[in-house]
């Protein structure tokens, strides 16, 4: 196995979950299973990987509660999030998980939308543009953030911010005033942050803090070290909508946070090519 593949793997399993991806009883195929997905896909890794791409050999499991036709609509969009991110000599199973996420969005039957739910006003629970933007009066200059899109999953809502740092004091800094002058994200269910930073003499400082949930600041530190992202923090607030996502929401906080990374400019739609602020 090369030295990339257990590199891939272990940072799969960090961010997704133990399990996401298994070696099965053949030689060089693991089994994915897609985070919040039933259904569970064979791949083969040649050993020349990743010179040359992955092979999608089929399903493995439609899972047990696994719709009809859900396992062969997943492994159709998986094989065509494989066509859309690999490069040859580039690792390209994160991306492909994240592009199959964003397929199986665009192409999910009767998606509802945030104002077809009947039962929970998740719109109370938004951020609105003016709580986002506006501020109290603060020692602390307003920081620079770049918000992203909001993301709602059975009513849950995830929004990201990120922003340049150059210190921890400034990124400890920086999280003090988002909560002290915005409401809604002060008493939101969780707000996630992680952050990396290059000091003097090669020095570098890196960490990340939970608010609840268990293990979530540590995946989307991973989340940044797979993109190589520096000097630039991160904070993902979530309010609960009344049901558990399961594995799923660590999913969507990662997601949440690429959208941020995006629209700052720190990486390219498909995350090969690195750019803006998280260089030096």
């Given at each position: ?15 997704y ?27 083969e ?28 609509r ?7 999030a ?13 991306d492909?998980?994240?592009?199959l ?11 509802l ?140 906080i ?27």
């Open positions: 196995m090369s030295e990339e593949l257990t590199d891939e793997i272990e940072a799969i399993n960090s961010i979950g133990d399990g996401c991806l298994v070696p099965s009883n053949d030689a060089n195929v693991y089994i994915l299973t897609p985070p919040g997905e039933e259904s569970s896909l064979r791949v890794f040649p050993p020349a990987y990743p010179a040359v791409p992955p092979v999608v050999l089929g399903t493995n499991s439609t899972g047990e509660h696994g719709k009809r036709g859900d396992a062969a997943e492994l159709s969009l998986f094989c065509q494989l066509g859309n991110v690999y490069q040859p000599g580039a690792v390209c199973l994160f492909a998980v994240e592009e996420n964003r397929l199986l969005e665009t192409e999910a039957p009767e998606e939308e945030v104002q077809d739910i009947p039962s929970e006003n998740v719109t109370d629970a938004m951020p609105t543009t003016e709580t986002v933007t506006s501020a109290r009066d603060s020692n602390i200059p307003e920081p620079p953030w770049v918000i992203s899109d909001l993301f709602v999953e059975l009513k849950s809502t995830f929004v990201a911010r990120c922003a340049p740092v150059s210190s921890t004091e400034e990124a400890e800094a920086f999280v003090q005033h988002l909560l002290s002058t915005d409401k809604k994200v002060r008493t939101a269910t969780h707000n996630i942050t992680a952050w990396r930073i290059k000091g003097p003499n090669n020095t570098t400082f890196q960490d990340c803090n939970d608010d609840g949930e268990t293990a979530a600041g540590g995946r989307l530190l991973h989340l940044m070290q797979l993109m190589d992202i520096w000097n630039v923090m991160v904070i993902v607030t979530r309010w609960y909508g009344g049901h558990k996502l399961g594995p799923r929401r660590f999913a969507l990662n997601q949440t946070a690429r959208d941020a990374f995006v629209k700052a400019g720190l990486v390219s739609e498909n995350q090969t090519k690195k750019k803006g602020l998280g260089k030096s």
